[in-house]
């Protein structure tokens, strides 16, 4: 049994290495010096480290503009998403409605269809609204988030009817009970689904690169896609993006890993 | 984790005023409006006038004057079945697919299995460790992995040639791009449905377990005969959403290696968006979309009859 | 809740003013957004200070694209209404882009940019008759070869057409021996076959450029002698991607015969030993009976009809346009420029490997100017690798290449037949 314990934890140690290694190369060539990469056999370890790909990206790439907009927009997402479906995923779950049942229904058949086929009439249609190149282009998506609000009304399933029919007896309207005691309740789901918004948000690739046309405007995964293509044999200054790109919401994620596994599970596990 | 569900028919049957549940459902309204709307206006809409797009000629030319537009029908699609870049494209996202679902699946619940085993320490710090690779941006991780993959100087190849095997031309050579790729894809994907498995691989009770191996059952029998039947609904939920989103593969070969080499990484979604963005033929393109989501419900059903005759649900 | 509406109501005025908050502005000034590609991209920005010196009160935002992506954010910006005043375009778009109505068509007090220019590169910037863009810098394929192994094959001098050019390519790999071969074609570039094509009488497409033409008998001719090279052995089929680094093949004498444009002529000089500069050369195209014609490639500058400062654009085109500066955005970056006295105050045929790009130039012919070109051009390359693998004979790909045409075509035929303009 001795021999199982340390081939099973040997085994966890390799894929260890495996998960980690990109990662940590990423973040060791870029404080490389220029070309130091491009060598054989690759380093995997800087010689001298070296701050100036950092330096490069933020003073002559723009990164700090990228940075800046990726920032906003995944922090305007979660809001305007936050603001969407919490209410709209309580409604579903605890109040009854006419049509409720018949619209339920539609978001789940809608759930099968994938976003990608209504890419391009939406780009025309914000076309026509001139929203294209602009944020409030990009934030949309994140209004109509199918997801979230199976989430939300998922949890506040569990939100005790006798807790909002008491507050309804003291005579509260729906929009204070919806504040004082659905809200509180809902915290945790409302802290992970902010979490999954911002984290898409930050990663989101496609619909940023079709609706964000002035480089002044490009997301990090954007504008990271662009200079790869220019400076492909730039691996330092590429790996320096790369890390700029992941270590926000790595960090991020890591600080908050509880709240979104929790999420991540209740919404895909069922008994 | 499961969350019971709350019969709801019982509560709310007591009398009230009829002012109350009046002002209660226009609450309601109230609250699903917004939501609702731009779900009709920002999704429904896009995917009608999709539809609706696939059968029109919809090129550069209608971009300039609507007037050029033309209704043709199905000659989209009819021209897409007999266009062979678009089977190039049907070919390699089938390949993607048939080679990465089982090969992700396989390594999540290889490590889930692994993880769960008792002997295991620090069973959390390495939950989150293996699941960090799936919250990394996309592009950036695909930037990385491209260079890892170097032909010259990418650590593989480095690796390989340490061990005496041949340095291989992971994305410039038609015949490996494909599982180069899929290396990547593993790497960064593995860690969710990882988590999926060991959330239920801890709900099987040991005893199972203890009884199995009083049998005389080894590791190999044991898991399949209490590990496996323990996670089958689980396979099929999570079989469904890795081929779903297998088909889907955009960014990597956008990233990595823009289709080619010899377009042998143009997968459907890549596919569309060079026709929709490149060459403007917004009709064609949203056939294809179309078409893409045909094949992914019509696997997607497929499965289920599948996993219905196995029985591993009902 | 009413509170939580009008916080809903609040937060979509931020996200709004979030987005007009973006573009910054200075008031008074002029800003011209200026779109440049690959080596350009980079460089042109060091050509800004003295335009900005002498217009005062206009400033140059230059912003720089990759080529794999300009073409596909072009026509997204124009379908977003988020064009850019001035942009580098490849002048195989010139077509498409007037399609659209994008382009905003040179003024007649900027005529006197077009004089002076190589008349196929004028001819490609032109639509109807009237010029849509300006030309900036040019390029175009010349023959690399290798000088020592064709002396060695008792060649003194490059061949000149080809039947001579295959004698010459024979002896070549007999001289290199083993599994060398003589020339290099990349099965998946089309620049090659589409050169064959442009030397020929026959036009590449008819009916006013609404039916495939490639079964004319002189691109039949052309499909032949393309398929000949490699039936005889004298090219490998490979693509571009299996060839790892084309200068260290060239010097090993894998082949000794490559169709390049001006880059490659900084790419041997720099990658290859001093000891191996004398080994090659470059060389007008060998035609069918003679120097023979090939396409005029480079880009040209588009000034967009959306642009709300169209006096300020054509000063910068006009800047660019220069004799001066464009010499000296060749000392910068090595373009050609498209004015031909540039070429005198650059002193560019100074230079044996660049001198015989003049001649090319002036003999160079443009390809059909249809929005559909580059397409039918990808289908006809596509046909002619299966044609070298033994799918087609030459006529049965002309036919099949034809049949790809005229349906890429089918629209524009149906808009000529309405009488509507393309």
């Known amino acids: 049994m001795k021999i199982r314990a340390i081939l099973l934890n040997l085994a966890v140690a390799l894929i260890a290495l495996v998960v980690l290694f990109p990662l940590v190369w990423m973040v060791s060539v870029s404080f490389m010096a220029t070309g130091e990469a491009a060598t054989f056999p690759p380093p995997l370890w800087p010689k001298v480290w070296t701050l100036e790909h950092y330096r490069d990206l933020f003073l002559n790439q723009g990164m700090g503009r990228y940075l800046w907009n990726s920032f906003a927009l995944a922090t305007l997402a979660t809001i305007l998403a936050l603001g969407f479906t919490v209410p709209a995923g309580y409604a579903f779950a605890k109040l009854k409605f006419k049509g409720r049942e018949r619209l339920f229904q539609f978001l789940v058949a809608a759930l099968v269809v994938p976003a990608q086929i209504g890419t391009l009439p939406l780009f025309l249609m914000l076309k026509g609204m001139g929203l294209v190149n602009t944020y409030a282009g990009a934030l949309v998506p994140w209004l109509a988030s199918i ?22 007896i003291d005579g509260a309207g729906e929009g204070q009970i919806f504040r004082r005691v659905v809200l509180p309740t809902l915290q945790p789901i409302i802290v992970t689904l902010g979490l999954f918004v911002f984290l898409g948000s930050w990663n989101d690739f496609l619909w940023p690169l079709i609706i964000l046309t002035d480089q002044s405007n490009y997301t990090l995964p954007v504008a990271l896609a662009s200079l790869s293509r220019e400076h492909v044999q730039d691996v330092e200054m590429m790996m320096a993006g790369a ?29 | 984790m499961t969350v019971a569900d709350p019969t709801l028919t019982k509560a709310g049957t007591r009398d009230r005023p009829s002012r109350g549940r009046g002002a209660r459902e226009r609450a309601a309204w109230a609250f699903v409006a917004p939501a609702m709307l731009a779900i009709g206006l920002f999704f429904a809409i896009p995917v009608i006038a999709a539809l609706l797009l696939s ?7 209608a971009l300039a004057n609507l007037d050029n537009l033309r209704f043709v029908g199905l000659q989209n699609y009819e021209r897409l079945l007999t266009n ?24 999540s619940l290889a490590a889930a299995v692994i993880l769960n085993a008792r002997v295991v320490k620090w069973r959390p710090i390495w939950r989150v460790m293996f699941f960090a690779p799936y919250v990394t941006t996309l592009v950036a991780t695909a930037v990385v992995w491209r260079y890892l993959l170097h032909t010259r100087y990418g650590v593989i190849n480095w690796g390989l040639t340490s061990l005496g095997l041949p340095a291989v031309d992971w994305l410039g050579d038609p015949s490996t791009s494909i599982p180069a790729i899929l290396m990547f894809v593993v790497w960064k994907i593995f860690g969710y449905n990882m988590l999926i498995f060991l959330a239920v691989l801890q709900t099987v009770p040991d005893d199972l377990y203890e009884a199995a191996r009083i049998d005389g059952a080894g590791p190999w029998k044991q898991f399949r005969h209490v590990t496996l039947p323990a996670i089958a609904p689980t396979m099929l939920l999570v079989s469904i959403i890795s081929v779903a989103s297998f088909f889907q593969l955009f960014a990597e070969p956008y990233v990595m290696t823009q289709g080619g080499p010899a377009q042998s990484t143009v997968t459907v979604l890549y596919f569309m968006y060079e026709e929709g963005f490149k060459w403007w033929n917004l009709g064609s393109a949203s056939a294809v979309a179309f078409v893409l989501f045909l094949c992914i419900l019509a696997i997607t059903l497929v499965q289920l009859a599948v996993a219905k005759r196995v029985g591993a649900y009902q | 809740m009413s509170l939580t509406a009008h916080r809903r109501g609040a937060l979509a005025l931020m996200a709004g003013g979030a987005a007009a908050a973006c573009t910054p502005r200075r008031s008074g000034e002029t800003v011209l957004r200026f779109w440049a590609m690959g080596n350009e991209g980079g460089t042109v ?37 988020s064009l850019p005043d001035v942009s580098q375009i490849g002048n195989t778009w010139v077509a498409e882009l007037t399609a659209i109505g994008a ?52 060649f003194d001098a ?16 007999r001289v290199a021996g083993g599994d060398n071969y003589a020339i290099l074609l990349p099965l998946n570039e089309f620049e090659q076959l589409l050169t064959f094509g442009l030397q020929i009488d026959e036009p590449l497409l008819r009916d006013r450029d609404t039916r495939g033409n490639f079964s004319s008998a002189g691109f039949v001719a052309a499909l032949a002698f393309y398929r000949s090279l490699f039936a005889e052995g004298l090219a490998p089929l490979a693509s571009s991607t299996q060839i790892s680094n084309v200068w260290t093949e060239f010097a090993k004498g894998y082949f000794s015969f490559y169709f390049s444009g001006p880059w490659s002529v900084g790419d041997f000089r720099s990658k290859l030993p001093a000891s191996f500069q004398p ?18 490639g480079g880009s040209s500058l588009a000034v967009f009809k959306s642009s709300p400062h169209q006096e300020a654009a054509w000063a910068l085109v006009r800047y660019l346009s220069e004799p001066v500066v464009q010499a000296r955005f060749n000392t910068i970056v090595g373009d050609l420029p498209a004015r031909q006295s540039a070429w005198d105050i650059a002193g560019v045929e100074r230079d044996p490997m660049l001198a015989p790009f003049r001649g090319q130039l002036a003999r160079a012919k443009a390809v059909p100017k249809v929005p559909e070109w580059e397409r039918i051009v990808t289908e006809m390359q596509i046909v002619a690798e299966r044609m070298v693998r033994g799918e087609y004979t030459p006529e049965s790909a002309a036919a099949e290449i034809d049949r790809r045409a005229d349906r890429l075509l089918e629209k524009r035929r149906w808009m000529m037949e309405q009488g509507r303009a393309v």
């Open chain 3, 158 to 173: 490059p061949p000149q057409y080809w039947a001579e050019w295959k004698r010459a390519m024979h002896a070549i790999k």
């Open chain 2, 84 to 107: 062979p870049l678009f089977w190039g494209a049907m070919k390699n996202t089938l390949t993607f697919a048939v080679l990465g679902v089982p090969l992700s699946i396989a390594a």
């Open chain 2, 55 to 61: 059968l029109t000629d919809f090129d550069i030319y």
């Open chain 1, 243 to 271: 890390v700029v790109t992941v270590a926000p919401v790595l960090i991020l994620f890591l600080a908050l890993q509880r709240y979104y596994i929790r999420g991540m599970l209740a919404g895909s596990v069922k008994g």
């Open chain 3, 103 to 154: 382009l905003s068509p040179t003024p007649p007090q900027a005529a006197n940019l077009l004089t002076d220019q190589f008349p196929a590169v004028l001819e490609t910037n032109q639509i109807a008759g009237r010029a849509m863009t300006t030309p900036w810098y040019v390029d175009t394929r010349l023959l690399f070869y290798r000088k020592d192994l064709l002396a060695r094959a008792g």
């Open chain 1, 147 to 168: 997801f979230g609000l199976f989430l939300v009304r998922q949890y506040a399933l569990s939100i005790p009817d006798e807790m909002l029919e008491a507050a309804r």
């Open chain 3, 279 to 296: 080994n090659w050369a470059t060389a007008g195209v060998p035609g069918p009976k003679g120097l023979g014609a090939s396409a005029p």
């Open chain 3, 45 to 81: 920005g060091q050509l800004m200070p003295e335009f900005e010196r002498r217009n005062p009160g206009v400033r140059v935002s230059v912003q720089p694209l990759p080529w794999t992506a300009a073409h596909e954010k072009l026509l997204t910006a124009y379908a977003g209404a």
